[in-house]
């Protein structure tokens, strides 16, 4: 059992940056794919970027290439999505997903607006 906290939305103006946490607990997280996604207001809920263990390999939306950093810190049990020149389209309700095999965990979510 995985349980997912995610925190560091907000209001950011265009350009401007926000890191978004994703705290894990209740197993050992490391082992776990992760997953950042979000889902604008009427549109479905979109892969942004992947870590994959053990590695860290990462994988990103071309929409946010360049843009997006997604990184793990295991000693914290947390991934991090670092998120630069933000466009008001990055606007959405930004989730975090834990995999591995055929468990899955998402956290509640953590709105982005970017808005001038």
């Known amino acids: 059992q995985v349980q997912l906290v995610e925190s560091g939305g907000g209001l950011v103006q265009p350009g401007g940056s926000l890191r978004l946490s994703c705290a894990a607990s209740?197993?050992?997280?490391?082992?776990?794919?992760a997953n950042w996604y979000r889902q604008a207001p009427g549109k479905e809920r979109e892969l942004v970027a992947t870590?994959?263990?053990?590695?860290?390999?990462?994988n990103y939306a071309d929409s946010v290439k360049g843009r997006f950093t997604i990184s793990r810190d295991v000693g914290k049990n947390t991934v991090y999505l670092q998120m630069n020149n933000l466009k008001p389209t990055d606007t959405g309700v930004y989730y975090c997903?834990?995999?591995?095999?055929?468990?899955?965990?998402w956290g509640q979510g953590t709105q982005v607006t970017v808005s001038s």
């Open positions: 209740g197993s050992i997280f490391r082992i776990y794919t």
């Open positions: 997903k834990a995999s591995l095999l055929r468990q899955a965990y």
């Open positions: 870590i994959v263990p053990p590695g860290g390999s990462t």
